[in-house]
């Protein structure tokens, strides 16, 4: 069905100098598949698609489904199938999957054989000439990696803005060297790759912060994904990151949950707030809490008058609100694109080293709450009163690293790269 992950990609992984051989055979094939394509009317995008979540594509995904040139396809992988995490739920996020490629219209198949009950061999069914990966990582089946799509022209627009000092998995892996384009957002994350990757960024293009093309557009009329209330509130994001239990460990969650709740409850007339977990966290509670006390505890918010869950797309959220609370990595660098109050719900002091420069520019941006008296501060002052002493900072940074500089949009710059891989010079 698939080239598993052999001995050889380890070894290659472990030893820069075999990695550069590799990459420099896979750049021979990939140029001779752009060679290949320039003579075909049509090529096959196939987008590996986990969650919801980390969908960054729709603005590209539009212009190559209205192109003549280009046929995409969303293919619903495994997310965690086969780590130590509840099976049925990964199977369960696999419909939630589907079904929000249901309800956009895309055109999609899922990667899992619901009346055989068995995997598909997607690159025999699809033939792939360009593959979009959603994720750097090998938390899904051999099949869906990098390494079985070689032979393609594989890309890349990871799914969270890196601000961290983590750039083994950002930049680091083979992943990143073996792709055709690495498409990243600004001139930080270019330095960032050409120091840490192993091609030394050979495959970098800076195209800007797809994900966030919606938020830097004025004309974008958003879905309104809000519980209707009685009266108008103010609109707070509390999205809490995973790391309950490992890694950097950035994540309050065990300390602030009930608090969160109690906040929520008690300032019901004045806010709605919206809980926006990581997807990776309800796994890690499963194993932590058990299903049942997980279930219950998500089943609160979402029977809270003025609270509910937001577990998929969250652009419209953004948009749409007027606050956020988080202490997540990468919404500390998206969330200013909605050019709104932020808060950090910061561990400890530690944690402000996990940033790296880019990232240190971004929490500047933030107010910081040590505790849930000064989340409840930020709540009060900023939000409802609305004494907002870091607009001017947020707005300054938005204008001078953020909005892209050309004033093209990133899924334009995408596409252009695309439409000169197949030969073809127009534009939509």
Not at 356 to 371: I, K, P, V
């Amino acid at each position: 069905m698939y080239k598993a992950v052999t001995f050889r990609d380890l070894f290659i992984a472990a030893f820069p100098s075999c990695l550069l051989r590799k990459v420099h055979k896979v750049r021979q094939t990939q140029a001779r598949k752009v060679e290949q394509l320039t003579n075909q009317k049509n090529s096959r995008v196939v987008f590996f698609l986990q969650t919801p979540s980390v969908w960054k594509y729709d603005s590209l995904y539009k212009k190559l489904e209205n192109s003549d040139y280009f046929e995409p396809l969303i293919v619903i992988s495994p997310y965690n199938v086969h780590l130590n995490y509840d099976r049925n739920e990964c199977f369960r996020v696999m419909r939630q999957t589907e079904e929000f490629a249901q309800e956009r219209g895309y055109n999609y198949i899922s990667a899992y054989d619901w009346d055989r009950h068995k995997w598909r061999d997607i690159k025999k069914i699809c033939s792939p000439d360009i593959v979009f990966f959603t994720k750097p990582y090998k938390d899904t089946l051999p099949a869906y990696h990098i390494y079985n799509y070689l032979d393609s022209l594989t890309l890349y627009v990871p799914y969270g803005i890196n601000c961290m000092h983590l750039y083994h998995n950002n930049y680091g892996l083979p992943f990143q060297s073996l792709l055709w384009k690495f498409l990243l957002e600004t001139e930080f994350q270019k330095h960032y790759a050409e120091l840490y990757e192993k091609s030394h960024g050979d495959n970098v293009e800076i195209v800007g912060a797809l994900a966030e093309e919606k938020l830097m557009q004025p004309d974008y009329v958003p879905t309104d994904p809000w519980k209707v209330q009685p009266h108008p509130k103010k609109r707070i994001i509390w999205a809490p990151h995973h790391t309950v239990d490992y890694l950097f460990n950035f994540s309050n969650f065990l300390n602030y949950c009930e608090d969160m709740l109690r906040l929520a409850q008690e300032l019901q007339d004045e806010v709605q707030i919206a809980f926006k977990p990581h997807p990776v966290l309800k796994f890690k509670l499963i194993n932590l809490w058990g299903l049942e006390r997980t279930e219950d505890y998500y089943n609160r918010w979402a029977q809270l008058p003025n609270g509910q869950i937001e577990q998929g797309d969250y652009i419209d959220l953004f948009k749409t609100s007027d606050a956020m609370i988080h202490d997540c990595a990468s919404f500390t660098v998206e969330y200013l694109y909605a050019r709104k109050p932020v808060l950090f719900q910061i561990r400890d002091e530690k944690v402000k080293e996990e940033f790296n420069s880019f990232g240190q520019l971004c929490l500047d941006c933030h107010y910081l709450a040590h505790s849930i008296q000064d989340t409840e501060r930020f709540i009060r002052e900023v939000v409802i009163a609305g004494e907002d002493h870091k607009k001017q900072a947020r707005e300054d940074f938005y204008t001078r690293y953020l909005y892209p500089q050309d004033g093209v949009m990133p899924s334009q710059k995408i596409y252009d790269i695309l439409l000169q891989a197949v030969g073809r010079t127009d534009k939509q």
